[in-house]
């Protein structure tokens, strides 16, 4: 069984940024894809889908396809309180895999 969790400042972040931009969407987890580190889970706004699960979580709708539920397992999205690198952090019980590159510009083969 998937799960789906909002820490609470997470969710008081959200409503006060869709509040000052006065938006009324829906809030997709979607993958997005990565450079070297590979895909990674983010949020976009978005209307539902045949395909999503709809969760609400105090008078906000996530939403997220099925397959990538089932795929990533139980997704957690939380606030990061870190001054000016301060963000969300969406993350999975199971690894999204994929990343590494072909070349390494530290050894100076980047071109």
């Given at each position: 069984m998937s799960d789906f969790n909002v820490t609470d400042l997470a969710v008081?972040?959200?409503?006060?940024y869709?509040?000052?931009?006065?938006?009324?969407?829906a809030l997709r987890v979607a993958l997005m894809q990565g450079g070297c580190s590979g895909?990674?889970?983010g949020l976009a706004l978005d209307e539902p889908k045949d395909n999503d699960t709809v969760f609400e979580n105090n008078s906000l709708k996530?939403?997220?396809e099925k397959d990538l539920l089932e795929t990533c397992g139980s997704i957690k999205v939380e606030y990061h309180d870190a001054?000016?690198?301060s963000g969300f952090g969406i993350t999975s019980a199971?690894?999204?895999g994929g990343g590494g590159c072909?070349?390494?510009c530290s050894s100076g083969s980047c071109g």
């Open positions: 008081s972040k959200l409503k006060e869709m509040a000052q931009n006065n938006i009324d969407s895909p990674s889970l996530f939403l997220i001054g000016p690198r199971k690894p999204l072909g070349g390494s």
